[in-house]
């Protein structure tokens, strides 16, 4: 009798100690996630790159709008360039849109350049090109 008896409280204490760490877990567990998960601040974002027009024409051959675009800053983006036949004032401007790829934008390094090409323009029309917007990479 002596032998199953202890045999008995053995169980029964196993299941005590099974439901005490089950309980652990349940306390614990929420705190560590949320501990872990707060980690550290994220990393502060470069300040945005200074990107500019720094030559728009019609190229003579081919007719079609070309835009020099000069950059400064840190990191990769996108410029988007847009080509008018006059001012962002005038509502019936015709209007066409390029985007340029700015990669690997260094602090202190000299301005990247590149050229954006816009549509075969219309021959004795003026263009005026302009900067509209700049992002990052993948950015809608």
């Known amino acids: 009798m002596g ?12 299941w005590v100690v099974g439901l005490a760490g089950l309980s652990c877990l349940l306390v614990f567990a929420p705190l560590g996630l949320y501990v ?3 980690g550290s601040p994220a990393p502060a974002a470069p300040p945005p790159p ?3 027009i720094t030559d728009c024409r019609i190229d003579p051959p081919s007719r079609r709008a070309v835009a020099v675009v000069e950059a400064r800053g840190e990191g990769s983006y996108v410029a988007t360039v847009e080509f008018r036949d006059g001012p962002p004032s005038l509502p019936d401007a015709r209007e066409a849109r390029a985007l340029v790829p700015l990669r690997g934008l260094t602090a202190g390094a000299p301005p990247a350049r590149a050229e954006a090409v816009g549509p075969v323009w219309a021959a004795g029309a003026g263009v005026w090109c302009g900067v509209t917007a700049v992002g990052e990479p993948g950015e809608p």
């Open 3 to 14: 032998v199953s008896a202890g045999v008995g409280a053995l169980k029964w204490q196993g």
């Open 36 to 38: 872990w998960a707060g």
């Open 50 to 52: 200074d990107v500019r």
